[in-house]
Nanobody, 116 residues
Framework: QVQLVESGGGLVHPGGSLRLACTAA????????MDWYHQAPGKRRELVAS????????YYADSVKDRFTITRDNATNTVYLQMNSLKPEDTAMYYC?????????WGQGTQVTVSS
């Protein structure tokens, strides 16, 4: 059974940091591109960061460049999103996604709230 389980969300003050984790099971994690998306209330889901299967290529949305870092550990089937210098506009549900040419899997999400 395919599972993607996100963790690490919470409430943080502006300027603070959080580290999200997504642990995968039930598919060949090391062959999949892993993405983090976020979705704020009333807005569409947007790609935040992406990392290729070997971890040798990453992508970041302009809004998070130089603040967020995506990494992966293929030995533990986990992808991380280190979020620094958080802003109120980063408040959203954060979702983990795994995809290859013919499969597309989603986690249930973890809430990140940035507020003073």
């Amino acid at each position: 059974q395919v599972q993607l389980v996100e963790s690490g969300g919470g409430l943080v003050h502006p300027g603070g940091s959080l580290r999200l984790a997504c642990t995968a099971a039930g598919f060949a994690f090391s062959y999949f591109t892993m993405d983090w998306y976020h979705q704020a209330p009333g807005k569409r889901r947007e790609l935040v960061a992406s990392i290729r299967s070997r971890g040798d290529s990453t992508y970041y949305a302009d809004s998070v460049k130089d603040r967020f870092t995506i990494t992966r550990d293929n030995a533990t089937n986990t992808v991380y999103l280190q979020m620094n210098s958080l802003k109120p506009e980063d408040t959203a549900m954060y979702y983990c996604n795994a995809h290859d040419y013919s499969h597309d899997y989603w986690g249930q999400g973890t809430q990140v709230t940035v507020s003073s």
